[in-house]
């Protein structure tokens, strides 16, 4: 069994059974890789789909990360502007494979790095602040205060 394609077939059967059209499977740039892109009635929709055997690496949900999300916000842009569809109305899913089961996390994360239903903290998405590093023309110059 390969539990990523087998994974993708699974939710795509799914949405497709709930009236979905599915319009691409693994669309690819140079930033990455979309799962699958439906569309949920007149919604385009990017769904990530992560599927796992086992609990030792974490939750499926888990896997969708800051980075994750940065990274399919990149490329769900690319795809927009391929297919000139910049401002239609669109969102990111998450479905969890595990088990044997489907979680499907509607809107699960916005294009901002934002979070809804997958309950990160939004302190997450904030770059560190620099620390250590002198910001006076004082402190630049090397004289001492």
Same mark, same amino acid.
């Given at each position: 069994? $390969? &539990?990523?394609? =087998?994974?993708?077939a699974?939710?795509?059967?799914?949405?497709?059974?709930?009236?979905? #059209?599915? &319009?691409?499977?693994?669309? /690819?740039? %140079?930033? @990455?890789?979309? =799962?699958?892109?439906?569309?949920?009635? #007149? !919604?385009?929709?990017?769904?990530?789909?992560?599927?796992?055997?086992?609990?030792?690496?974490?939750?499926?949900?888990?896997?969708?990360?800051?980075?994750?999300? +940065? #990274?399919?916000?990149?490329?769900?842009?690319?795809? &927009?502007? +391929?297919h000139? *569809?910049?401002? %239609?109305?669109?969102?990111?899913?998450?479905? *969890?494979?595990? =088990? @044997? @089961?489907? /979680?499907?996390?509607?809107?699960?994360?916005? *294009?901002?790095?934002g979070?809804? +239903?997958?309950?990160?903290?939004?302190? %997450?998405? $904030?770059?560190?602040?620099?620390?250590?590093? +002198? !910001?006076?023309? #004082?402190? $630049?110059? @090397?004289? $001492?205060?």
């Amino acid at each position: 069994m $390969r &539990l990523g394609p =087998d994974g993708e077939a699974r939710v795509a059967a799914f949405l497709e059974a709930r009236g979905w #059209r599915i &319009l691409e499977r693994n669309w /690819r740039c %140079r930033y @990455g890789e979309l =799962d699958l892109v439906a569309e949920d009635g #007149r !919604t385009l929709v990017f769904v990530e789909v992560k599927a796992r055997s086992s609990r030792r690496r974490g939750s499926p949900e888990e896997a969708v990360g800051a980075d994750k999300q +940065a #990274r399919l916000s990149r490329v769900a842009g690319e795809y &927009l502007a +391929a297919h000139g *569809a910049l401002e %239609r109305a669109c969102r990111f899913d998450v479905v *969890a494979v595990e =088990d @044997g @089961g489907l /979680r499907h996390h509607k809107a699960a994360f916005a *294009a901002s790095g934002g979070t809804t +239903a997958l309950s990160a903290p939004p302190a %997450r998405w $904030r770059r560190p602040k620099r620390r250590g590093i +002198a !910001t006076s023309a #004082r402190s $630049r110059s @090397g004289a $001492r205060p």
